[in-house]
């Protein structure tokens, strides 16, 4: 019995049992554990888009010239008027009367000037006597000109086509010289106004396309024809000016909207929102593998957002990207990634 007890004693000295140390299995299974989608570059338009807002191509104060009554207006507020055609048109009073005064006066004067011509051809006129007679002429010839020139500001002409926007004045009223008859407003081209950001002025151009995004629809025939080239000093933006055919005119003065033009393609990443971090400084960053399986941090800037996501530049041409448990490691720290099932392309 006694030499029974001692050799069981004794077999824990000469077969001991399995350590306490952990496998390397059981060190892998202590790694935490990422999901990680393999990502390629892509080309990718950036889109900018600002709040804008439609505007009259131009907007004029028709007024008056000279002093009278007003004695007709052939086009009512809010009616469309064509290039010459008549706005606000005054009495005449003795205007005409003078006009046909002074052309029988520069008549007389042409006919006293090609007489006097003719004698000095024959030597009984002297040379002062034709020079008053040019002189004559000369004066005649002014006047007539005033007297025209009156009786044609008689009638006030639309300068370009659009619409009487206002009209202060009535049939009867007394009109003083420079006072407005009618405000007339262009509508087609439209001007679409917006204000862009300095990173982003650079990057749009002359003669560029563009969409204006209303609440009635997209306006897809904008092109883009003023960019600033100074900021306004209180916003510290730049003015970005579009046109587009309104001869239809679906569009009125005064409608806001987004004014989006897309800028020269470039390489970028498309990753979901959801992987979007914040460094110390404020920057965003992601999270992708390298060196194996250590866990990396990468500054990145945001050129848009996607319908699946958002694109961004500063990752490397292929890039392996944390998208589960981001929040649970460090730069540095080596993790246990598991592959998510590669995506299609998106867009």
Known sequence: ?????????????????DSDQPSSETQGAQLTQVEVTRLVEQSYQ?????????????EVDIRAELSGQVLSLPVKRGGLVGTGETICELDPQDRLAANASAR???????LEYIGALSLKQKGVQSELA???SLANLEAAKAHQEKTEYRVKKLRMLAPFSGVIEDRPLEIGDYAQVGQICATIVELDPMLIIGQVSAAD???????????????????????????????????QTYRVEAQFKNSSGILRAGIAGTLAAETRAVRAHLIPA?????????????????NGNQIQNMTV?????GENGIWVQGLPERADLITMGQNYVTAGENVSPVFATPAKKLK
């Open 201 to 235: 002025i650079t990057k749009l151009s002359l003669g560029q396309r563009a969409d204006f995004i209303h609440s009635e629809g997209i306006i897809d025939n904008v092109v883009i024809t003023y960019l600033a080239s100074t900021t306004d000093p209180v916003t």
């Open 1 to 17: 019995m006694a030499v029974v007890i001692f050799l069981w004693l004794s077999s824990a000295v000469w077969w001991p049992e």
């Open 274 to 290: 959801s992987v979007l971090l914040l460094d110390d400084n404020g920057n965003m960053m992601v999270k992708i593998l390298s």
């Open 130 to 132: 034709i020079a008053r």
């Open 46 to 58: 950036p889109l900018i888009s600002v709040q804008a807002k439609t505007k009259a191509n131009r």
């Open 104 to 110: 029988a006066a520069l008549a007389r004067s042409e």
């Open 301 to 305: 800037e945001q050129l848009g957002v």
